[in-house]
């Protein structure tokens, strides 16, 4: 990673939740509510944004691990905001708290951990899972 990362740093996305958020399973609607899943989605997408100017152009990011407390339930066309903050730096790792929004309530809190790897490792470890789950399937 390009030095200057650092604990504090933060990141910040919003959106107005929509019809493509809300919870749905194999085509049924469950409730016209922000899915958690799409929040996980949203959350992932603020987190990576951290890391982005520091990946060097042979690195990747890669999730490790998620965590997510939904406190609330927000509706179609509110506005929600998450704010993730770096919580700790190594040169293989960074790892995030992060909190979210409606326009009335906190929403969920969090936090999220990314591995930094060269591409090439990270190809590499793609293959292999891909192979074992062919041998399989055989």
């Avoid at 019809?19 to 992932?44: C, G, M, Q, W």
């Avoid at 990314?114 to 793609?126: D, G, S």
Wanted: with cysteine; proline share 5%; aromatic share 8%.
């Amino acid at each position: 990673m390009k030095p200057g990362l650092k604990v504090g740093d933060q990141a910040t996305y919003e959106k107005v939740v929509s019809s493509s958020d809300i919870a749905t399973f194999r085509n049924k609607v469950v409730h016209p509510l922000y899915a958690t899943f799409k929040l996980a989605e949203d959350v992932e997408w603020t987190c990576r944004q951290l890391i982005l100017p520091y990946l060097e152009p042979h690195e990747e990011g890669a999730g490790t691990e998620l965590y997510i407390r939904h406190l609330a339930p927000t509706p179609i066309g509110q506005r929600v905001r998450i704010v993730a903050t770096v919580t700790e730096v190594t040169e293989r790792r960074v790892v995030a708290r992060f909190e979210a929004f409606n326009e009335a309530v906190q929403i969920a809190e969090g936090h999220m951990t990314q591995a930094i790897l060269p591409k090439a490792k990270f190809r590499e470890i793609v293959q292999e899972i891909q192979r074992k789950a062919a041998r399989m399937v055989q």
